[in-house]
């Protein structure tokens, strides 16, 4: 293994969209405190990139839009960034997040720099759960595993589920999520509560997600208002997306919309986890889940579907409760009695705490890829 004091990295990832574009920026960021060069090529700047940070540099990829083009080429633009980027920094590897079309891209970037820089793809889970279904883009997928030196999924359910959907003629690595533990911690939430309408005495229940049909909002719904029957409770729906505006109307139609909030997209989740007792995902696919550990590392213990990669982050009746796809009924059930048994509470809340710490540690697992990196710049 060629070991290399300081690495330069090129970073391929989408960058303000759901859990790989944050997890594609936290490992920058460590990687930077690390002493690693780290070059994000993007079409804009992360949206985590709150402070700048001096190893840390924005590639823009800019297209332009002739009009002889029916559809803005992104994936070539994206390319012929990586191939400038590579040449000037001189780049020792390159780190893709999301198969589509950013392996394609590397790849092809790549290939216009004549270099033989190695290659890092992360499979997030719908770069295979969902578009791994369609036959071009399995094809698509595929050949991006092919052209990468080492492709990693984000939990042993989605190395199994590529495995068998993709059939890749090479073998796969998992490496879990991580979050950055100096900002997902109990906090103090000041009058946050009260300023969104929430009484001391009502128990909250909260659902972060991008709106999409994958992550069964109306099951989120149903399993409140069958929580609301039986317990004073408010529920925080956070975040945006395609399916916002209907559960809107679906919250209105039953009735609820005094006791469910929207509050759109928000960087302050610690906050309003310091506020939340109990927290829901009830998606059909969900390759990791990284606002469990989200909220396990502020002490908000989850109600989840047993599906994907959900089982190996919650730990049923030890950290949280999963429960079956579509049984809001459950659902409810486990809330509640989150809500009602103190001590049961109290215990989930410890271990979700040690599961953070001993299991998704952020350094242990920034030094499996930092490891990876070394190997991977050294093989070429
Ligand atoms: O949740 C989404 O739909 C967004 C998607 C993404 O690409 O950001 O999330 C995926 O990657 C996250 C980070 O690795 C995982 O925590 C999510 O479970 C995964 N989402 C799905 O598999 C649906």
Request: proline fraction near 10%; charged fraction near 35%.
């Given at each position: 293994m060629l070991k290399l004091e300081k690495l330069k990295v090129g970073v391929i990832c989408y960058?303000?969209?759901g859990g790989s574009g944050v997890v594609a920026t936290e490992l920058g960021k460590m990687m930077a405190d690390r002493g690693h060069e780290m070059h994000y090529i993007t079409?804009?700047?992360?949206?985590?990139?709150?402070d700048a940070h001096p190893n840390i540099q924005f590639h823009e990829v800019k297209i332009d839009g002739y009009?002889?083009?029916?559809?803005?080429?992104y994936d070539i633009a994206l390319a012929n960034r990586i191939a400038h980027v590579i040449e000037t920094e001189k780049l020792d590897l390159l780190h893709v997040h999301y198969a589509v079309p950013h392996a394609v891209s590397a790849a092809l970037g790549k290939d216009m720099a004549n270099s033989t820089i190695g290659v890092i793809t992360t499979l997030h889970g719908t770069d295979v759960t969902i578009l791994g279904h369609d036959p071009a883009l399995r094809n698509t997928v595929r050949y991006g595993i092919h052209k990468s030196t080492i492709t990693t999924t984000v939990s042993e359910s989605l190395r199994q589920e590529t495995l068998e959907?993709?059939?890749?003629?090479k073998d796969l690595l998992t490496i879990y999520n991580f979050i950055d533990e100096n900002k997902y911690r109990p906090v103090d939430a000041g009058k946050l509560k009260s300023e969104l309408?929430?009484?001391?005495?009502e128990k909250v229940i909260i659902h972060i997600s991008?709106?999409?049909?994958?992550?069964?909002v109306p099951d989120i719904i149903e399993s409140f208002r069958l929580v609301a029957k039986k317990a004073n409770a408010k529920l925080l729906l956070v975040g945006d997306g395609p399916e916002k505006m209907a559960m809107e109307e679906l919250v209105h139609d039953l009735g609820l919309q005094d006791n469910?909030?929207?509050?759109?997209?928000?960087?302050d989740l610690p906050e309003l986890l310091a506020i939340s007792n109990v927290m829901f995902l009830l998606s059909e696919?969900?390759?990791?889940?990284l606002v469990l550990l989200e909220a396990m590392a502020c002490g908000v213990p989850s109600v989840a579907t047993a599906i994907g990669g959900i089982p190996e982050v919650i730990e049923d009746s030890v950290n949280g409760f999963l429960v079956p796809l579509g049984d809001t009924a459950l659902a409810a059930e486990k809330a509640l009695q989150l809500l009602q048994d103190d001590k049961l509470y109290a215990t989930f809340k410890e271990n979700g705490f040690a599961t953070v710490s001993d299991k998704f540690h952020s350094s242990t697992i920034v030094t499996q890829y930092e490891k990876l990196y070394y190997e991977v710049a050294g093989s070429q």
């Open positions: 960058p303000s969209l079409s804009e700047r992360p949206f985590r990139f709150l009009a002889v083009f029916k559809y803005p080429p959907l993709i059939e890749p003629e309408g929430i009484e001391r005495h991008n709106f999409r049909a994958v992550k069964r469910v909030i929207f509050t759109g997209k928000r960087d696919k969900e390759a990791f889940g």
